[in-house]
């Protein structure tokens, strides 16, 4: 899935491969990584319900296990209006009001690069198998490679007449939004704020701003119609931060739920905090230190590195599924040289796991760290031998055409365009070098040397 975006806030234009394992956007502050990494988001979040097939359903019910065959101009209409559906929804996706958003907004297009044709021959070509939840009904789908069809198949013993309903109500529309995201199954974003979602989870409630709002407006001097305060859309967060308050709100159900991918929320507990992230039975996040334990300290009194990973825990241990893509948003924050490291090679295991990875960063060393992963993935005796040497393990490398390096920044021309290009970067069996990240290091390594050899070989003024 190839997006195009133009005129997003500073960006010009950029394109950004999704189907890639690794996505890394790099460059100067305040040239719009996180705005397009927000429309990525909301774009593969927007559903829409395009009515029922209920002749699906009873198939499905009849049969247990239905081959479907893949509608390929349901599933183009349905692409097209999600990009439609996003293009109105920017005021939620940002936070503000409409009238804001159709002035900072106005010229924003995005867009799928790619044509229905080549969707459908990769669509064609795939294989997978994912389970869905529909409102509890557990679903199997599957697909085998260069299938037009598509194999569902209910894995509850038991479905009532309720099941039914919603199985006619959301099925149809569940599948047309699987199959158009593909290879994506769902996101799950770690934006900036990620700190601050469980720490003050319950002063931001959404649910309770919410019930504050409804009173204002009903007791309020001007009258306002109930139906309209019911579908009133809440843009006091961007879609980023609201999703994680629902997370955070919603906790106590969450931690029932165990991901496949457990074992790698522990591996962050192991080898980066030091203790366990745990879910209260009245939904509290705590934390039991390796060197405390018994002990439970609320959030609010743990460590930052604590605060900003222990999202990325909790979604892996109870939310994440195969193929979901995962945002983070300036990985670096609060985390020690050594453990952006160590959360780099979480990163390349992730994705060799079958997760995609979009992440905007500043950090030298998670840079130079994700080179040396790349560096890794050669098949040379050399290189085997020192992965051994070097203590990496087996998922700890990045395949050279697995990776896209995005470099944002303004033209250095004083003519012309003044809005942010987007560059993407090659991408050598050495890695990639970001300008700006290099050009500081060596201007800071200059003044230096320059200050040492003044300091220990210049006369002695004094």
């Known amino acids: 899935m190839k997006i195009q975006i133009n005129n997003l806030g500073a960006i010009k234009e950029g394109t950004i491969d999704l189907s890639k394992k690794l996505n890394v956007f790099c460059g100067p502050n305040g040239t719009g990584k996180t705005y397009l990494a927000y429309a990525i988001y909301g774009l593969l979040k927007t559903q829409i319900h395009v009515g029922s097939n209920k002749e699906l359903v009873k198939n499905l019910i009849d049969k247990k296990k239905y081959l479907y065959a893949i509608d390929f101009t349901a599933i183009n209409q349905y692409r097209n209006l999600l990009i439609t559906n996003f293009k109105e929804d920017l005021d939620s996706l940002f936070g503000i009001g409409d009238d804001l958003a159709k002035q900072y ?22 294989s997978f198998e994912t389970f869905l939840d529909i409102k509890k009904i557990n679903l199997k789908i599957s697909k085998e490679r260069n299938s037009k069809e598509i194999v569902l198949e209910i894995t509850d013993y038991t479905i009532s007449n ?18 158009s995201k593909y290879p994506i199954s769902s996101t799950f974003i770690l934006p900036v704020e990620r700190n601050s979602i469980f720490t003050f989870s319950k002063e931001l409630s959404i649910k309770k701003q919410e019930a504050v709002d409804h009173f204002h407006a009903m007791t309020g001097k001007n009258q306002i119609d109930r139906f309209d305060l019911l579908f009133k859309k809440t843009t006091r967060y961007p879609l980023a931060i609201k999703d994680g308050l629902m997370i ?20 962050i507990e192991t080898e980066l905090l030091h203790g366990k992230v745990i879910i209260s039975s009245d939904g509290e996040i705590q934390f039991e230190p390796e060197k405390a334990k018994k002990r439970f300290l609320p959030i609010h009194m743990t460590a930052s590195i604590i605060k900003s990973l222990a999202s990325l825990v909790i979604y892996l241990k109870h939310i994440a599924k195969k193929n979901d893509l995962i945002i983070i948003d300036e990985p670096e924050i609060n985390l020690h040289p050594d453990n952006q490291i160590i959360l780099t090679r979480l990163i390349a295991r992730l994705i060799n796991k079958g997760f995609r990875l979009l992440i905007s960063t500043h950090s030298d060393y998670i840079v130079r760290e994700i080179n ?14 020192l992965r051994n040497t070097f203590g990496y393990n087996d998922e700890e490398y990045i395949n050279q055409d697995d990776i896209e390096v995005h470099f944002f920044d303004y033209p250095k021309k004083k003519t ?3 809005q942010v290009v987007i560059e993407k970067l090659e991408i050598l069996s050495s890695g990639f070098e970001i300008p700006t990240v290099n050009k500081t290091i060596e201007d800071q390594n200059e003044i230096a040397e320059e200050l040492f050899y003044a300091l220990e070989y210049a006369g002695n003024d004094e």
């Open 105 to 126: 907004f106005a010229d924003t297009t995005i867009n799928y690069n790619e044509s229905e044709q080549e969707f459908e021959d990769k669509l064609t070509e795939c």
């Open 162 to 179: 309720n099941d039914i309903e919603m199985l006619e109500i959301f099925l149809h529309s569940t599948i047309l939004l699987l199959l």
């Open 248 to 267: 955070a709100e919603d906790l106590a159900e969450t931690k029932k739920n165990k991901s496949p991918f457990y074992d790698l929320g522990i591996e």
């Open 372 to 385: 040396n992963l790349i560096m890794l993935s050669s098949k040379k005796e050399e290189v085997l031998k």
């Open 416 to 418: 012309g365009n003044k």
